[in-house]
């Protein structure tokens, strides 16, 4: 599938936020990540009693199709239940796209399903990646 319909993602990550579980914030996410091939990778907000160790709708898409043998994406839609806001991801989740390249879509949807798309450069720019690693200062 080389062409998506970023209203199917979307409607995606709407249906894998019915299963947020998010008793601490009551605030239901959903995503669903769109591969190279074409195969979609769902996930929800996972929250802990331990508040910091929750996990983010986003990672938990992205992690589920990595777990898979997928790390080439296309584009990855973002579902809550805001009605008069685009769900919008957080920085943890920005660089842990960025993992993945710059160069893919993001769709941050409202209740209604209408979306803002941008891509994960233009959500993180100047970002620190791979390439950073071999850098060698000079002596
Ligand atoms: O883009 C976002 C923003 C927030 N959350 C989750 C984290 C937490 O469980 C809840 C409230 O921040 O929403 C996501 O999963 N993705
Ligand atoms: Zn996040």
Not at 22 to 31: E, L, N
Not at 114 to 126: G, I, Q, R
Request: net charge neutral; proline share 4%; aromatic share 10%.
């Amino acid at each position: 599938m080389s062409r998506y319909n970023p209203k199917e993602l979307v409607q995606k990550s709407q249906e894998a936020k019915e299963q947020a579980y998010c008793p601490y914030s009551k605030f239901r996410v959903g995503a669903a990540v769109l591969t190279s091939d074409g195969t979609v990778f769902t996930g929800c907000n996972v929250e802990n009693a331990s508040y910091p160790l929750g996990l983010c709708a986003e990672r938990t898409a992205i992690s589920k199709a990595v777990s898979e043998g997928y790390i080439s994406f296309k584009a990855i839609a973002i579902a809550s239940d805001l009605e008069d806001r685009f769900i919008s991801p957080c920085g943890a989740c920005r660089q842990f796209m960025r993992e993945f390249g710059s160069q893919w879509d993001v769709y941050m949807s409202k209740s209604d399903g209408s979306y803002k798309l941008m891509t994960v450069e233009e959500l993180l720019p100047s970002s620190f990646g791979e390439k950073h690693h071999h850098i060698r200062t000079q002596q």
